[in-house]
């Protein structure tokens, strides 16, 4: 159904009485992508990173907090979801996480931020964690929900404990080629199984899910998604141009800006473990760890408020 002009300013005016900005479309060049992304609101930048199976929706309630404290939200798409696309037809369509962490600095200089605070989870927590490893002087602050992600694709995986192996199915899924077909295939109806193991507490409804499905219509998901997971267990190769980046990860780099970890006590991919002084030991700058009761993987959607929260605390504490 077509909308009028009146029922648009009708909309956009019942928004700003209560309080909500209008995110505004946009995209912009890096060198390798052309980058979806949802900008709302002005002030000092923060980037808010999604994961897999997801898009920028994921952050729809984080955000207006965060402006109407007086801060500029910037949301992109990953590489291989929604709107962003290769610049080059014939790039191999690679996505390991060197390449995700750079795609997240390449977007703060395609838009000119020389400092910006982050949040992200899955793929986009990991992202995170590497830019403000790898970055310190360009990032404020973090908020990492899952903690410290970064892999080390330098050796061979170890097999980890049966429950965990068995929550991960879909990874060694992707590593065949059945699993690429069937990504293919069932790429709505496999996402949405992952949507309701990992949040086994939080019932989202068609639309909601929907809104966010169109995002894995992007030409290049499929196979985004399969050299993820094929790459980070050894076997498909990376990028020739990550591959001293990806020895510097495989060191467990350090965090050094202030840092709060969130994780969900309903993680249907395994819940939090105790604290431990090797977790510890890899931020330097850690102002709170925090388990969310009645979260799961998806945090930025089924507890918004516990993101929004600690990134306002550590801006404020980090001025």
């Keep these: 159904m077509k909308l009028s002009r009146r029922t648009l300013l009708q909309g956009t005016g019942l928004a700003l009485a209560q309080g909500r900005a209008i995110a505004s479309s946009k995209s912009v060049e890096t060198s390798v992508l052309n980058i979806g992304y949802e900008d709302t609101g002005s002030g000092f ?18 955000a207006p907090p965060l402006v109407r404290a007086g801060y500029r939200v910037l949301v992109p798409y990953l590489r291989g979801y929604g709107p962003t696309r290769f610049r080059d037809a014939a790039a191999p369509r690679m996505a390991e996480q060197a390449a995700i962490g750079q795609d997240l600095v390449d977007f703060a200089d395609a838009l000119k931020l020389q400092r910006f605070a982050v949040a992200g989870y899955d793929w986009g927590g990991r992202a995170a964690g590497i830019a403000a490893a790898l970055n310190p002087e360009r990032v404020r602050a973090a908020v990492l929900i899952g903690g410290y992600t970064i892999q080390d694709t330098t050796a ?20 065949t080629e059945r699993g690429r077909a069937g990504l293919q295939a069932n790429r709505r109806a ?5 949507w309701e193991t990992w949040s086994p507490t939080w019932h989202f409804s068609d639309e909601t899910f ?6 894995f219509d992007n030409p290049d998901f499929v196979d985004v998604v399969i050299h993820s997971y094929r790459h980070r267990i050894g076997n498909a190769p990376g990028e020739p141009r990550f591959l001293e980046m990806e020895r510097r990860l495989a060191q467990r780099p350090k965090i050094q800006v202030p840092a709060i970890t969130l994780y969900g006590a309903d993680d249907g991919l395994g819940r939090p473990a105790a604290e431990s002084p090797a ?17 799961g993987h998806f945090m930025p959607r089924e507890k918004p408020d516990a993101v929004s929260s600690a990134l306002l605390e550590l801006l404020a504490a980090n001025r």
Excluded: K
């Excluded at 980037?47 to 952050?59: E, K």
């Excluded at 061979?156 to 590593?175: G, K």
């Design 45 to 62: 930048p923060i980037i808010l990173l999604h994961g897999f199976p997801d898009d920028v929706h994921a952050w729809d309630d984080v």
């Design 156 to 175: 061979p995986p170890r097999p980890a404990a049966p429950q965990t192996e068995r929550a991960l199915w879909y990874q060694w899924y992707f590593n």
């Design 190 to 194: 496999l996402c949405r199984l992952l």
């Design 210 to 215: 929907n809104r966010t499905a169109a995002s």
């Design 279 to 295: 977790e510890r030991a890899v931020f330097t700058a850690l102002r709170a760890r925090r388990i969310v009761p009645g979260a």
